[in-house]
C-alpha cells in the first residue's frame, strides 16, 4: 500500500478553492470541533501558538480525515519538517521565506533521497503507519504538498526564482509582517500593502502555483478568492471564540 492521497495537494493543483482556518488554542478538544464545522482545512499553528511535537500529533489524530491538516512550524528547519512530515501531517506551512535559497532547502526538506533530504525512518513513524505500509516511500513524495510562506520585501523580490522552485506547491502571502516590513505595522490594508499584495498574487497565480493568505475581513476574502487565490484563510480559533465571548458579555451586560 502506498503513501496516501493528499486531497489538498490534488485540489490546489486544479485550482479548486479551498477554506479554511488558523488553529492556535493546541486544543484538541477545539480541534475535534472544528473538523466538523466544513472548513476543508485546519492550520495547526507551530509559530504563533504553544504547540509542540506531541501536541501536533494529538490534534492531527483527532482531526483524521474529516478535513486536512497543515502545520506551520516555527520556522524553516529540516529537522522540524522531517518531525512533522513523520507524524502523517502531508501538508506544510513554511514561514518566513525571504530567498531561493531558503525554497530550495525546505522543498528537500519534503522529499526523500536522492530528491531530497528526509530521513527514511517510515518504519516507526505514523505516517507508514509503523512500518504496516512498506510502499509508503515509493510516492511519499508525490503527495506532500508544501507552501511557502512570503512575508517581507526581500520574499516579494526572491519571488520569481521562488515560484521557480520544483517541489513547491504554492506561495502564501502573510498580510501583517509583510505590512510591518513597508512601514505599516498594524495596516495591513495600507493602499501600498494592498497593492504589493495584489500584485504578488497575480505572480503567483501566472506561475500555476496556488496563492494563499489569510484574512478576517469577508469582503476581502472574497476579493482575494476572485484574484485566483485558492488556499484561502479566513479565521482563527482565538478570534473566533475572543469576538463571540466579547459580543455576548456585551449584550449581556
Not at 80 to 91: C, T
Not at 164 to 181: E, M
Not at 204 to 223: M, P, W
Request: glycine share 10%; charged share 20%; proline share 6%.
Amino acid at each position: 500500500m502506498p503513501a496516501p492521497k493528499n486531497p489538498l495537494k490534488q485540489a490546489l493543483a486544479e485550482c479548486r478553492v479551498q477554506t479554511g482556518i488558523w488553529v492556535n488554542l493546541a486544543s484538541p478538544i477545539a480541534v475535534d470541533l472544528l473538523a466538523g464545522a466544513g472548513f476543508d482545512w485546519l492550520l495547526l499553528d507551530g509559530e504563533h501558538g504553544p504547540n509542540t511535537i506531541p501536541t501536533l500529533l494529538t490534534q492531527a489524530q483527532v482531526i483524521g480525515q474529516r478535513c486536512n491538516v497543515v502545520v506551520r512550524p516555527p520556522a524553516g528547519e529540516v529537522r522540524m519538517i522531517k518531525q512533522i512530515l513523520d507524524l502523517g501531517v502531508q501538508n506544510v506551512l513554511v514561514p518566513m521565506v525571504d530567498s531561493v535559497e531558503q525554497a530550495q532547502a525546505m522543498a528537500r526538506a519534503m522529499r526523500y533521497p536522492p530528491a531530497g533530504v528526509r530521513g527514511l525512518g517510515a518504519s516507526v513513524a505514523r505516517a507508514a503507519d509503523y512500518g504496516r505500509t512498506p510502499e509508503y516511500m515509493a510516492n511519499a513524495d508525490d503527495e506532500v504538498c508544501l507552501i511557502l510562506q512570503v512575508e517581507s520585501r526581500a520574499g516579494l523580490a526572491a519571488l520569481p526564482g521562488i515560484l521557480a522552485v520544483d517541489g513547491v506547491d504554492g506561495v502564501f502571502i502573510g498580510p501583517s509582517d509583510l505590512a510591518a516590513d513597508m512601514g505599516f505595522r498594524g495596516d495591513t490594508t495600507h493602499p501600498d500593502v494592498l497593492k504589493a499584495i495584489e500584485g504578488a498574487i497575480a505572480q503567483i497565480t501566472a506561475s500555476g502555483k496556488a496563492a494563499g493568505i489569510l484574512t478576517f475581513d469577508e469582503a476581502l476574502a472574497r476579493r482575494y478568492r476572485d484574484m485566483g487565490v485558492t488556499f484561502l484563510g479566513v479565521g482563527s480559533d482565538v478570534n473566533l471564540l475572543m469576538r463571540a465571548a466579547g459580543g455576548l458579555a456585551e449584550r449581556a451586560r
